[in-house]
């Protein structure tokens, strides 16, 4: 699989948009770039995947770099309950299924 | 349409014993996957099966684990003579086959907490 380097942590302030980066240089033509978040004490939550266009769903934005080698996930309004690990997975093929192989994640803390 | 379902939430147990661990799979899912989480650490990938197969089991430690998705019933994830490194959050999630859901998704519980003594 593919690696994928996050930010150890990032601290945001609720109501304001939040910028998650990840480097995915090594990416290949078939890999899908998901997004997945572990809030304390509950099994990770699917947030969002993309392939080359920006995504957008009800939880979050996807920008992928035209050379697909970076890409961002934006929460608009971060709120207290965003607080959680967010983790940057590269998946071939994106209904394919299979293992999923977590890396060490962004810890993402909100401020009041 | 229930989610993940995980039991028991906590278990405690003392070296040497035994611990099983059970997932029920969304319906319809017919693909399971177990993950283990350590304190302070990221999710470690175990074992993936679906119904009476072992897809994957790259990630199980050579001894003392097993996992079985029999025909009816949970998936079981089960620890003999457990030891204090066993003690984690041992999350399950489910998936439908490969290429006929939306996005390939992994849907998770909420975990099995188990402290060994």
């Known amino acids: 699989d593919a690696k994928t380097t996050q930010p150890n942590s990032m601290e945001s302030n609720e109501e304001e948009p939040v910028h998650l980066p990840c480097n995915h240089s090594?990416?290949?033509?078939?890999?899908?770039i998901h997004w997945y978040r572990q809030l304390p004490s509950q099994g990770p939550e699917y947030v969002i995947h993309?392939?080359?266009s920006n995504v957008n769903n009800r939880m979050a934005s996807l920008a992928i770099a035209e050379d697909r080698k970076s890409s961002t996930l934006i929460l608009h309004r971060a709120t207290l309950r965003d607080a959680a690990v967010y983790y940057c997975?590269?998946?071939?093929?994106?209904?394919?299924?299979?293992?999923?192989?977590f890396g060490q994640g962004t810890e993402l803390s909100v401020k009041p | 349409n229930a989610g993940v379902m995980q039991n028991p939430r906590h278990l405690v147990r003392r070296r040497g014993q035994e611990a099983r661990l059970r997932c029920s799979p969304m319906?319809?899912?017919?693909?399971v996957y177990w993950y283990r989480q350590l304190p302070e650490e990221g999710l470690k990938f175990m074992v993936y099966?679906?119904?009476?197969?072992?897809?994957?089991e790259s990630g199980m430690p050579k001894e003392r684990f097993s996992a079985e998705f029999p025909k009816e019933g949970p998936s079981i994830l089960r620890i003999q003579q457990v030891v204090r490194g066993d003690s984690a959050a041992y999350f399950c999630?489910?998936?439908?086959?490969?290429?006929?859901?939306?996005?390939?998704?992994?849907?998770f519980g909420e975990g099995s907490r188990l402290t060994v003594l």
């Open positions: 999630a489910s998936s439908p086959r490969p290429g006929t859901g939306p996005t390939g998704e992994l849907f």
């Open positions: 090594t990416i290949s033509g078939t890999d899908y």
């Open positions: 993309g392939l080359t």
């Open positions: 997975i590269l998946r071939v093929g994106s209904n394919q299924g299979g293992k999923l192989i």
């Open positions: 319906k319809g899912h017919s693909h």
């Open positions: 099966l679906q119904k009476e197969n072992i897809i994957d």
